[in-house]
C-alpha cells in the first residue's frame, strides 16, 4: 500500500493550492518535509503525504539584501527557517513582517506564495 511519493513539484504544487505538505515515515512515524529518498531515522522508504497546520515559529531567518539575479526589486527580503508545530522546520519567505520585527520566537504562519511565476513557501504573521 505505497502511495505516489510527494516530489518537489508536488510539494510546491499543493502549497500553490494552500496546503503544506509534509511526509510520514511508515516504517517508525517520523515526519519530514518531501522530497526524501530514505527515513534519517529507520532507513526505509514508506513515506506518505500528510497535510501539515502551517503554524510555527521562526528558527532563524537571514535578510536579503543583495538579490540573485533576477530579483533584484525584491530586495531587501527575509528568508527564515520555520519549525513547525508538527515538529519538522521548513525555509520560507517571510512576508508582512517589518524587517526589524523579526525575531527568532515569532509566531507565523504558512501562506501560498507565487514568486517570479513560480509557487514558492511563504510565511506571513500568525
Ligand atoms: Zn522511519
Do not use: N
Not at 502549497?15 to 515526519?31: N, Y
Not at 520555520?82 to 504562519?109: F, I, N, T
Amino acid at each position: 500500500m505505497t502511495e505516489s511519493p510527494v516530489t518537489v513539484q508536488t510539494f510546491f504544487e499543493r502549497a500553490r493550492g494552500g496546503t503544506l505538505t509534509g511526509i510520514r515515515c511508515g516504517g517508525c512515524g517520523a515526519l519530514a518535509i518531501p522530497p526524501k529518498e530514505l527515513c534519517p531515522e529507520c532507513g526505509q522508504r514508506a513515506w506518505s503525504p500528510v497535510a501539515l497546520s502551517g503554524d510555527g515559529a521562526i528558527a532563524s531567518f537571514t535578510v536579503i539584501r543583495v538579490a540573485p539575479r533576477g530579483h533584484a526589486g525584491d530586495a531587501p527580503y527575509a528568508i527564515a527557517a520555520v519549525r513547525l508545530a508538527e515538529g519538522v522546520s521548513v525555509l520560507g519567505r517571510v512576508v508582512d513582517v517589518p524587517l526589524d520585527q523579526l525575531a527568532v520566537g515569532l509566531k507565523v504562519r504558512f501562506r501560498p506564495l507565487v514568486v517570479r511565476d513560480r509557487s514558492a513557501i511563504g510565511f506571513g504573521p500568525a
